[in-house]
């Protein structure tokens, strides 16, 4: 085995496997991938996939054999993987409606996102129910999962329980070096791309969205408080669904290596 010769095919077909033990040079495939291997995808001894271990490296593998519901892969060769951004960026979303919310961490995960935080505000029309937490945490972190395979990610990014405003900014000051709230009162779009050129590699970068009805005014000022910094998006009214995969979109291009 050793570093990849650039064999791997972008039409490949792409896994994640945890904990990884490479005994014999074999990586084990279990779970529902394994029907969706086998039975969908009817792959056969001999094809190729490539298989992530959620934290960044990538196994081009081929398919030695299956047993005892598993499939047995042969590593070829591996790599850091090169489709993780160089800065890690945590969306704090305001709880939306479950369609919206869904279609958001599927594209955010698609863009690049590394954390997704639903966070319960003022005007959020949706109450979440935690008597269903469980339930929603899986299907969020399935719908993360999938977008991941999809988009050829290194990682799956992680979909955490929603928490309340005072919460989520007591989260963003303790682990990020930025915090950004998009408000439609802020107009300086001169000093918002200056902030963007100034994120470095390495940094932990976080931004707040609003709910379908927007922010609360004391939710923007609770967070200016807690040192988040205003930035704006432009002249339109974006929807809670667009604005994040905007911004994200743009902190992508200024990001890309």
């Not at 001999?46 to 042969?74: M, P």
């Not at 937490?133 to 329980?161: M, N, T, Y």
């Not at 000093?191 to 963007?196: F, G, H, P, R, V």
Request: aromatic share 8%; with cysteine; net charge negative.
């Amino acid at each position: 085995m050793g570093k990849s010769n650039g064999r791997k095919s972008i039409t490949m077909k792409h896994f994640f496997v945890s904990g990884i033990s490479e005994r014999d040079g074999l990586v084990k495939v279990t779970g529902d991938d394994v029907n969706h291997i086998k039975n969908v995808l009817r792959m056969k001894v001999g094809e190729e996939l490539l298989i992530s271990d959620g934290e960044g490296t990538d196994y081009h593998c081929r398919i030695s054999a299956f047993e005892n519901e598993e499939v047995l892969c042969q590593v070829l060769d591996t790599e850091t993987s090169c489709s993780e951004p160089n800065v890690q960026f945590y969306l704090f979303q305001g709880l939306p409606k479950a369609d919206k919310f869904e279609h958001i961490i599927q594209k955010s995960v698609e863009l690049g996102v590394y954390e997704i935080i639903p966070v319960e505000m003022v005007r959020s029309i949706v109450k979440y129910d935690a008597k269903k937490q469980k339930a929603k945490l899986e299907r969020w972190q399935k719908i993360a999962e999938g977008a991941a395979k999809q988009s050829r990610r290194g990682i799956i990014p992680e979909v955490k329980a929603p928490m309340n405003m005072a919460k989520a900014l007591e989260y963003a000051k303790e682990n990020l070096d930025l915090i950004m709230i998009p408000y439609e009162n802020f107009k300086n779009m001169q000093s918002t791309k200056e902030l963007i050129a100034s994120i470095q590699p390495g940094m932990k970068v976080g931004f707040f969205v609003g709910p379908e009805g927007g922010f609360e005014p004391s939710e923007v000022k609770d967070a200016e408080e807690s040192g988040a910094v205003q930035i704006s998006l432009g002249s339109r009214i974006l929807r809670t669904e667009t604005a994040p995969l905007m911004l994200l979109s743009v902190l992508m291009f200024q990001m890309e290596k």
